[in-house]
């Protein structure tokens, strides 16, 4: 089941080139995986311990940021890959224009996270920002609702918390218009909250269904349209998530050529679900931001990309090719992705992308990713043996290149796939199979090297003021509008 593989180097200024050996005929040859055009999209999979971070992920983050590009890390297991793209990039500064800045955001450790608004109004243009911010938060705090959009019960919450977010970023040019606020404002009485909306003319239509829930007295029904956005964001509700989420000492927009920025989102597999979700409002603000023109060339790496919700994905690596965004989704299997984004989406994701690295996967990923490598002539010799003599035959015959036994068989550090090239470099043998070389000495001394450092010092009866700062800022908000409301009808 030999078969011949691109032998060549093939590089150019945002290629992803993995060094491997490979088997043909009995004989071990070298030979390199070019990822010529990663802005076409690259998935990689493999099962736990398979090497998916150390022989892939990782020559991805090292080799972007040498060529200059800027980048989002999602550090499913913070610190790993936080530390990869930090030591990379104190060693390569040079490859930049302009000098980019490192930030972390992290909800665990406030001393080593910075602080940033992803509801930044001066990054909210129209309502349709505030309509994916709040589908995306609210899909990312219920997973099961991801199959379910279109649904009353779902659009109904997802239009509330777009009412609310839209209000602040217009209330007061936005003073208050950062998640820590939608937070407090959402948990308003109704006799009080629905008044003060009210006023935003541009909201009306988004809060007519539950005004008038509420004086045709259909309580159950609007409490079964805002309980459940709610319930869900109530569990964001915490000092720490309060001060991160309301600073600005960055702003999203990572390729910026100006002030580009490496960013790593840390999340921890203890808290994921309530960190998954913010992260998710994250990244859905960044890929709005990154996916326009003229800006620096960009990858976004997504370690355990089903943890996290990202609506539109898809149309990101469909359409953000022209704009030098390259994506890469790390996964352990296609199950896990139909898990938690629905066989529909999924299918999807799986398709689009035009590279694919593989480590051991089993089952229905096994047999896709077999039926996508294709078929190709396999020699079968057979021997008879008779009284007089030996006789062998040799025989062609169309079989798969990698039969999905074979990939369920990988050892760690060997990978089966297929790459995408260019109009103007074109690869002959797209598909491998290949064990990766590493040097772990080297990435021992780099982290050993180089730790991240402290972004701020916490004074934390500072963090736990402004929390009490946040419900303060809400009740004047409410308290100032009523009394408004009140003279304007005297």
């Known amino acids: ?266 999340n921890n597999p203890q808290k994921q679900q309530v960190f998954g979700a913010v992260l998710s409002l994250y990244v859905n603000r960044i890929i709005k931001l990154v996916n326009q023109k003229d800006k620096l060339k960009c990858s976004l790496v997504f370690d355990e990309f089903p943890t996290i919700f990202i609506g539109g994905i898809d149309s990101l690596i469909a359409t953000a090719r022209s704009n030098k965004v390259a994506t890469c989704l790390g996964m352990q299997d296609f199950s896990q992705l139909k898990k938690d984004y629905g066989a529909d989406q999924a299918a999807v994701i799986m398709n689009i992308a035009g590279n694919i690295i593989s480590g051991q996967v089993t089952g229905e990923t096994a047999k896709q990713l077999s039926e996508r490598f294709g078929k190709i002539i396999q020699v079968k010799e057979s021997v008879s043996i008779n009284r007089i003599d030996t006789s062998i035959s040799k025989s062609g015959q169309l079989d798969f290149a990698v039969p999905a036994s074979k990939i369920a068989g990988l050892s760690s550090g060997e990978f089966v796939g297929m790459v995408a090239d260019n109009p103007q470099e074109k690869i002959k043998l797209k598909t491998f199979h290949a064990a990766i070389f590493n040097d772990p000495k080297d990435r021992k001394s780099e982290e050993r090297d180089f730790e991240i450092p402290l972004a701020n010092n916490i004074i934390f009866q500072e963090v736990d003021s402004y929390f009490l700062q946040v419900k303060k800022d809400i009740e004047t908000l409410i308290e100032e509008e009523l009394e408004i409301l009140l003279n304007t009808i005297g």
């Not at 009306?204 to 805002?226: D, R, T, W």
């Open 1 to 266: 089941e030999t078969f011949p593989q691109e032998e060549r180097l093939l590089e150019n200024e945002y290629s992803i080139n993995l060094p491997a050996q490979y088997n043909l005929k009995g004989k071990v040859r070298k030979s390199w995986i070019n990822i010529i055009n990663p802005f076409r999209g690259l998935l990689v999979t493999g099962t736990p311990g398979s090497g998916k971070s150390f022989f892939v992920i990782q020559h991805v983050i090292q080799q972007h940021i040498q060529k200059g590009f800027s980048m989002l890390v999602y550090d499913f297991k913070y610190d790993d890959l936080s530390k990869i793209a930090y030591s990379t990039l104190l060693q390569n500064v040079g490859a930049y224009k302009v000098k980019p800045s490192f930030y972390v955001i992290n909800f665990d450790d406030l001393s080593r996270s910075h602080r940033c608004n992803p509801l930044d109004p001066s990054t909210m243009f129209d309502i349709t920002d505030a309509t994916e911010s709040s589908r995306s938060i609210l899909l990312g705090l219920n997973k099961d609702w991801i199959t379910k959009q279109g649904d009353f019960f779902v659009e109904s919450p997802i239009n509330f918390l777009t009412a609310i977010i839209w209000f602040l970023k217009k209330h007061k040019n936005g003073k208050y218009c950062t998640l820590p606020h939608v937070i407090e404002l959402m948990q308003v009485e109704y006799e009080k909250l629905f008044p003060v909306l009210r006023t935003e003319k541009e909201i009306e239509v988004l809060i007519n269904p539950f005004i008038s829930a509420y004086k045709n007295n259909a309580m159950e029904q609007l409490e079964g349209q805002i309980a459940s956005a709610k319930i869900g964001m109530a569990r964001l509700s915490s000092p720490q998530l309060y001060w991160i989420m309301s600073g600005n000492d960055f702003t999203l927009d990572i390729n910026n050529p100006s002030a580009p920025k490496i960013l790593c989102l840390a």
